[in-house]
């Protein structure tokens, strides 16, 4: 059980917001926070992992103080159990990808954990290479198995694949999953995806300037419940037309690009860049076998 | 034949002052890096006082408070034992002094421009203050220090004021190569001092021809 209660006055370009943050993290879920840049999420990961002191606040992982400003307690960094996976990797250039992960042991401490997250996140070959030679996907996974060398109490993950294509992306979900499960994490992880967001976490937090607006299960809180679809997509609109009295969206979901027919009572709600459920009812698909 | 004495002497000059000035530069560029103290700026421009003072100007209070017949040249002279006036160690304090900026700048520059996330990031692991500068941020500079040892080198072979003004020209003691140049010109023989000045010229432009070679990547893209 991880409980936050932190406050902050943070600068931001659009001038200063309060960070108000109180929530409770159950032990072994899988926690996304969501919400516009600039709204305080990575502050709130940093401030967990003692990289950013905040006003006030406490911070309190499996029954252990991390912060607690009002009794002065505020271990550093070192002392707290994160596993931190960074925007932009922060693999060590002049550190081959093994001796990255290797340089996250505690002294003396055996490799064998080295090895076996070599193995479950596949980095078997690369091993040797220095991180400059490595693909985004690829220095991602070196990034998300060198967070784990310590075995963390938390594992948190700064929107770890925003700029990877479709496919990695995919394949880096169930990395992500696979050893969630594995090492029974608790893991907080910033996404924008919204497909993401359903396919992977046990909770939503929706932060908007500073504070959180809405919390709950993915489906309550980008409420879609009460839908019995047949099939149902998630996706951003594009471009919306209007053709007579009908209006045409082009969705993009996923890395397809689709259109649909929207009446004007629909069509009137929307805009180009709004982030839409699609589902079907009676309908019959038509499957083909493509590869 | 020249006398090699101030030859020899101004690379002893250099590579001792060289060798200390990098023990003293890293922790000095390390704090102006990431320090966030009010005093950085004071701190700053004395470190960057010796590139436009007049190397006179340095040699005179370097002078005035190393004589023995000021409180501190005689606090030194009595309880260190230590003569800095016309002395090799004198020269090497004033060498020291002089070529501080051209070790410091260029490693404090190399710490600002590695991404903090990786200073972040060793933290998060459990690492110290002290294994993340030796493991994470030295190894990730090296061609900043390479540019500080390099440049701090050439600066202190091209010394002349300084060494003018407090070494004098007390030959296997302060006389260095540009010293005897100046020498050689005032007693009219130009054919020693062009051989001094050519052995100069020819040594730094190869040294500082090395940095260019080595920072402008044209050694990488040949591996």
Do not use: C
């Not at chain 1, 709130?44 to 252990?64: E, F, H, M, T, Y």
């Not at chain 1, 490595?134 to 967070?147: D, E, F, N, T």
């Not at chain 2, 101030?6 to 560029?29: D, E, G, Q, R, Y």
């Amino acid at each position: 059980m991880i409980e936050i209660d932190i406050h902050k006055k943070l600068k931001s370009s659009q001038g200063e917001m309060l960070l108000n943050i109180q929530t409770t993290i159950k032990k072994g879920d899988l926690v996304t926070l969501y919400g516009n840049s600039g709204a305080g999420k990575t502050s709130i990961l940093r401030i967990v992992a003692g990289l950013l002191q905040p006003d006030s606040g406490k911070i309190n992982v499996n029954g252990k103080t991390w912060l607690n400003t009002a009794k002065k307690i505020n271990l550093k960094p070192q002392k707290r159990k994160v596993g931190f996976v960074f925007q932009d990797y922060a693999l060590f250039p002049n550190m081959t990808v093994k001796e990255n992960l290797l340089f996250a042991l505690n002294k003396g401490e055996d490799n064998s954990i080295v090895n076996h997250l070599v193995e479950i996140i596949e980095l078997g070959e690369l091993q040797n290479r220095k991180p400059q030679t490595l693909s985004g996907g690829q220095k991602q996974r070196v990034a998300l198995a060198r967070a784990l060398v310590q075995k963390p109490s938390i594992l948190m993950l700064d929107e770890p694949l925003s700029a990877l294509d479709s496919e990695i992306r995919f394949k880096l979900q169930q990395y992500i999953l696979n050893v969630h499960k594995e090492y029974k994490l608790t893991t907080l992880l910033i996404s924008h995806d919204i497909s993401e967001i359903i396919r992977m976490s046990d909770k939503v937090l929706q932060i908007e300037h500073g504070k959180i607006t809405r919390q709950g299960k993915p489906n309550e809180v980008f409420n879609y419940t009460g839908l019995s679809a047949k099939f149902q997509f998630t996706g951003t609109i594009i471009e919306i037309s209007k053709q007579d009295f009908l209006y045409i969206l082009s969705i993009r979901i996923g890395k397809d690009l689709v259109k649909v027919v929207a009446d004007e009572t629909e069509g009137e709600h929307l805009k180009a860049g709004d982030k839409i459920v699609v589902s079907a009812k009676a309908l019959n698909p038509i499957i083909q076998k493509i590869g | 034949m020249i006398d090699w004495e101030p030859l020899i002497l101004t690379f002893k000059l250099a590579f001792i002052t060289t060798i200390l000035l990098l023990v003293i530069s890293i922790p000095l560029a390390y704090w102006l890096a990431y320090s966030k103290s009010k005093l950085k700026p004071i701190f700053e421009t004395f470190v960057s006082m010796p590139l436009v003072l007049p190397p006179t100007v340095i040699g005179f209070y370097l002078l005035v408070a190393f004589s023995p017949s000021n409180a501190f040249g005689d606090w030194l002279n009595n309880w260190l034992g230590l003569q800095l006036v016309f002395s090799f160690e004198g020269l090497l304090i004033a060498s020291i002094i002089y070529s501080l900026p051209f070790m410091v700048h260029p490693i404090q520059a190399g710490f600002s421009n590695l991404p903090t996330s990786l200073i972040d990031m060793s933290y998060v692991l459990g690492k110290s203050k002290t294994t993340t500068l030796f493991k994470v941020l030295i190894p990730n500079i090296k061609t900043s220090l390479l540019t500080g040892i390099v440049l701090a080198f050439a600066h202190t072979i091209g010394e002349f004021g300084v060494v003018l003004m407090i070494g004098g020209n007390i030959p296997g003691k302060t006389k260095v190569a540009s010293i005897a140049v100046y020498d050689k010109v005032e007693s009219l023989d130009y054919a020693a001092a062009n051989t001094y000045s050519l052995i100069l010229f020819a040594l730094t432009f190869v040294i500082l021809l090395m940095v260019y070679v080595i920072n402008g990547g044209y050694l990488k893209q040949q591996k």
